[in-house]
């Protein structure tokens, strides 16, 4: 099994940046790939970015140019780095781990799953 743990959340201004983290713990060796998800009250959950272990990355169009996605090994942590937030950026952010070596960008490919983080941008 593997443990996700979600930091960093909180209440920022539009235009303000934040940073997520998300620790893994357990048989962190059995993990090729993390990513970031959200969810928006009555929406769907969705994709925002996602890195394997080879520092592949992938990103939704609405995370280009203001979100960077990183990988700390030595840490079994991964991180997302938002800038230019904007109020349809409010969402709960969940990190996912990915055991298959393909770059998942599914959120069925993925085997675990954290509690979340609540991101909040005021407008």
């Given at each position: 099994q593997v443990q996700l743990v979600e930091s960093g959340g909180g209440l920022v201004q539009a235009g303000g940046s934040l940073r997520l983290s998300c620790a893994a713990?357990?048989?962190i060796?059995?993990?090729n790939a993390m990513g970031w998800y959200r969810q928006a009250p009555g929406k769907q959950r969705e994709l925002v970015a996602t890195i394997t272990s080879g520092d592949s990355s992938h990103y939704a169009d609405s995370a280009?140019?203001?979100?960077?996605?990183?990988?700390?090994k030595w840490k079994n942590t991964v991180y997302l780095q938002m800038n230019?937030?904007?109020p349809e950026d409010t969402a709960v952010y969940s990190c996912a781990a990915h055991e298959g070596e393909r770059l998942p960008l599914r959120s069925y490919e993925y085997d675990y799953w954290g509690q979340g983080t609540q991101v909040t941008v005021s407008s």
């Open positions: 713990s357990g048989r060796f059995s993990i280009k140019g203001r979100f960077t996605i990183s990988l700390d230019r937030l904007k």
